[in-house]
């Protein structure tokens, strides 16, 4: 079973989160969670310090085992 990768973008300031969007699957949750700090960290770089602190945002993540449709 894969496991996906989803990000998060928060606003400390607006009180919510953005809807998350999937970034990759990966075969162990192992693999998931190491890219979840590299895609978070790079995210940060991106967005820049300006509007991180403006609206003091952060990133959060989460690996979950993917969904396979049934097949009939």
């Known amino acids: 079973m894969k496991v996906v990768l ?7 300031v607006a ?3 953005l809807e ?9 949750f192992y693999d998931c969670m190491s ?3 590299e895609e ?3 995210k940060n770089k991106q967005v820049g ?3 991180i602190n403006k609206y003091q945002m952060y ?3 989460v690996c ?3 969904k396979v449709e049934s097949q009939i």
């Open 64 to 66: 979950a085992n993917e």
């Open 40 to 42: 978070s960290f790079n």
């Open 59 to 61: 990133i959060k993540f």
């Open 15 to 17: 009180g919510n989160c």
């Open 6 to 12: 989803y990000l998060i973008l928060c606003s400390g």
């Open 35 to 37: 890219a979840g700090y």
């Open 49 to 51: 310090p300006e509007q």
């Open 20 to 28: 998350p969007v999937k970034i990759n699957s990966y075969d162990t």
